[in-house]
């Protein structure tokens, strides 16, 4: 089975192996306050660094999930409450977790403004031209940038915020049960301003062990490892960056001009909010339906909608652990399956 799902998504090949010599060579079963392990993990956190061009002044943090970071920045760098504008699903989910956490009375309470760059529920995204226009028009806040479906996958202007943050399970082309958790001096000096350090992952606890490439808890130790191989083996992110957008493009077209004749179209019209990474495609619910069970039945997964479109929407991951091969029998699958269910 080929999968597109948006995540969790591919894996990288290679992770089979780099899995298997993790287990044969006993690196799953260290001791994380080995000096072995605090090795990889110091591995891991410079291979992130150097293939994603994360400034020397940016810290790297290692945590759980993505949604575990929705909670560290709210917990530990949010004063007073934050402010979410939002396109989708996960936008709006962390707009509610938050608050439920920090809850919002007046708009202008608030200290940290907090953005999805790539809204996986619906195939948007904020360019860093928009990020740019964000962080002169709310200088004084903090901007914390949900990345999940984009990290690893395009290239960012680290500068334009002060926490990014991206499970692994898409771009990286890793298992899932890991994230990335990036933050700036000033995020960390608003951390010490506010001082919460009352649970296991508040940011300065995370800061002082990472400090020492050590976790506060028994972490994810296979996950820590394939982020290292996986980083030490993918192109720079320049290199990367081009091939996603060559793709997008590529898809995009191929919608536009090749399937004119079939029951579906782009679901975001707008050129300039059309994500990189996630192509959102639209249809009735009838033929939404029948091309995710023929496409199953042909060994392709594509993923299901989300939210409000779960069900006339079906979606494609482009990432970068997906074959130029791979995505060619998804467009032919397309180009032989859609007229079929124009007739019907």
């Known amino acids: ?183 700036s001096p000033r995020a960390l000096q608003r951390a010490k301003e506010i001082g919460e350090n009352a649970h296991y992952n508040s940011l300065l606890f995370l800061h002082e062990n990472f400090a020492k490439f050590q976790t506060p808890y028994t972490p994810n130790g296979l996950g820590i490892y394939l982020l290292k191989r996986v980083m030490e083996q993918v192109p720079p992110i320049a290199a990367v960056d081009a091939l996603t957008k060559r793709r997008a493009a590529a898809w995009y077209r191929f919608v536009e001009r090749e399937m004119t004749d079939s029951p579906f179209q782009l679901l975001v019209n707008d050129p300039s909010l059309r994500s990189d990474t996630v192509i959102a495609i639209e249809g009735s619910e009838t033929a939404i339906g029948a091309v995710k069970k023929a496409a199953k039945e042909a060994g392709l997964l594509l993923g299901n909608g989300y939210g409000d479109w779960k069900n006339t929407t079906f979606r494609i991951a482009n990432f970068p652990a997906i074959t130029d091969d791979e995505i060619e029998a998804l467009k032919e699958f397309l180009r032989g399956v859609t007229p079929k269910l124009q007739l019907r």
């Open 1 to 183: 089975m080929i999968t597109f799902y948006p995540g969790p998504s591919k894996i990288y090949p290679q992770v089979a192996d780099y899995a298997a010599e993790a287990c044969r060579s006993g690196i799953v079963s260290m001791n994380h306050r080995s000096p072995e392990f605090m090795a990889i993990t110091e591995g891991a956190i410079r291979a992130v660094r150097e293939q994603l061009n994360v400034p020397d002044a940016y810290h790297i943090a290692l945590v759980s999930s993505a949604t575990e970071c929705w909670e560290i920045v709210a917990q530990s760098l949010t004063q007073q409450t934050s402010l979410h504008p939002y396109s989708g699903a996960f936008g709006k989910k962390w707009l509610e977790y938050a608050h439920r956490l920090k809850p919002m009375h007046q708009p202008d309470e608030a200290d940290v403004l907090c953005i999805v760059q790539n809204e996986t529920s619906n195939g948007t995204q904020v360019r860093m031209s928009v990020l740019a226009d964000f962080r002169r028009d709310f200088p004084d806040a903090l901007i914390a940038v949900d990345a999940v479906s984009s990290m690893a996958g395009i290239a960012f202007d680290w500068l334009l915020a002060d926490v990014w943050f991206a499970s692994v399970q898409k771009c990286f082309g890793l298992p899932a049960g890991l994230a990335v958790f990036i933050y």
